[in-house]
């Protein structure tokens, strides 16, 4: 798996120029989330402090796991929501930049009927995962699909990057970036130690040092 620089997946992003398909591919970097969370992802999954979305949107943010929490999303595990694959739940922080993408795209987002974030453009209903695959192609092929070196960069790529860059860039310990991703903690297998199993994360762990460090995109103004 090649690793873009952050320089060259920001100028892929700036030049989506439909703001609900720009949105969701910085949200994938950012959250490291499978397209089935996004196509789940609920209204009151997220919190965004803005006066007018609020008033727009009265269910925004009730999640009961957001009710301490502001400027945050729910990512539910397999267990709660059909697409999603995570093996555990987990609230990640919505830092400034995807704050802004997010109250750009919601102002926008059409006054249907429906409680996903995000809508097809076709029938203001839930989104099919196979949208989502074809604007990381429209976005990133065909200057980066499948060469003899290199798999091609699909909707599973923010995971890739993301995961990279916390864990070694940042030098985030392990337990840390498996909260992030809402991979299976604690479990003892071939690959942990014992001491996995008494190891656990939670979102106060992790939200500072995700809003200093969470790389950024220049978009959103």
Known sequence: MRILSQNVISEK??????????TILSAQFKL??????????????????????????????????????QNAVVIPDRHSRDRNKSANPRILP????????????????????????????????????????????????????????????????GRH???TFWKITQNLSRERTKYLRGDELGEENDQNEAIDTYLHTNYEDIENLY???????????
């Open 161 to 163: 990057y993301a995961t």
């Open 32 to 69: 490291l989330a499978r397209v089935g969370a996004m196509t789940e992802m609920l209204l009151c999954d997220i919190d965004i402090q803005h006066s007018e979305l609020k008033n727009h949107y009265p269910k925004l943010g009730t999640h009961p796991r957001l009710d301490d929490y």
């Open 94 to 157: 919505i830092d400034d930049e995807l704050r802004r993408l997010l109250i750009r795209y919601l102002l926008i987002r059409p006054d249907a009927d429906e409680p996903y974030v995000f809508l097809s453009q076709e029938r203001n209903d839930q989104l099919w995962p196979k949208r989502i695959n074809q604007m990381w192609k429209e976005a990133f092929h065909p200057e980066f699909a499948e060469t003899e070196l290199y798999k091609p960069i699909t909707s599973h790529y």
């Open 211 to 221: 809003r200093e460090n969470v790389f950024k995109f220049g978009l959103g103004f």
């Open 13 to 22: 992003l700036h030049s989506v120029k439909n703001i609900r398909e720009q």
